[in-house]
């Protein structure tokens, strides 16, 4: 003699096999029923996910669930791990009837063990021996006038001034980080800087004059 099923969970179970064709066989999902946590699935599709099958008992988080009455809140998103090692994405969603009184579970269980190992292998291939340093932007080009403009750029963004409102020091602080960067082994470099920050060439020399005297 079957048990009897509360009707909202037998009006359920229709959609349990329709979730899983939806995402495919890495997908199980299962309608279980609180009322008898001993025997609970009363309904299952790709249960080779976690190797379970119709009159299954609860899952130990389940159980937690049921014994607290951990209700008001859906499990969204939650990570558990199989017997053999394989990672889950699972959900539980909790059904209730017109009492508001909890009868069901509707569990969705998404073996994500290759996506895993390809974020680790993506990891891995993407670590660069800067990781958790400051990362420097790089420039590549086949013009090194390009390059020369671009790390100009980044040196005067920086500093966060219009160029009208550099002063001297801003502007040796300036030709200071560009000669750090060997801006100025650019043929035209010192030109083009002294255009761009309104001096004299001969003002980019003097600065390097300085710069270099100091070091």
Do not use: W
């Not at 890495?26 to 249960?47: F, K, T």
């Amino acid at each position: 003699m079957s048990k009897k099923v509360h009707p909202l969970l037998e009006n359920m179970k229709q959609l349990v096999g329709y979730i899983a064709s939806t995402f495919g066989n890495n997908c199980e999902v299962v309608l279980h029923d609180i009322n008898e946590p001993q025997g609970s699935v009363i309904a299952i599709a790709n249960g080779h996910v976690t190797g379970r099958d119709v009159g299954s008992p609860m899952t130990e988080r389940g159980l937690k669930a049921i014994r607290n009455e951990e209700y008001n809140k859906n499990l969204i998103s939650y990570k558990t791990i199989t017997h053999d090692g394989r990672t889950l994405k699972s959900s539980t969603l909790f059904i209730k009837d017109e009492k508001g009184e909890v009868v069901g579970c509707l569990c969705i269980n998404m073996d994500i063990s290759e996506f895993v190992v390809a974020k680790n292998v993506i990891d891995d291939l993407a670590r660069t021996l800067d990781d958790g340093k400051h990362k420097e932007e790089e420039t590549y080009s086949n013009n090194i006038n390009e390059i020369l403009y671009s790390v100009v750029n980044k040196v005067l963004d920086k500093l966060g001034k219009p160029v009208a409102y550099l002063n001297k020091e801003d502007k040796v602080k300036v030709v200071k980080e560009l000669d750090d960067k060997g801006t100025f082994l650019i043929k035209g470099a010192v030109d083009y800087v002294a255009e761009v920050l309104c001096v004299s060439r001969y003002t980019i020399y003097n600065y390097l004059d300085e710069i270099r005297e100091n070091k």
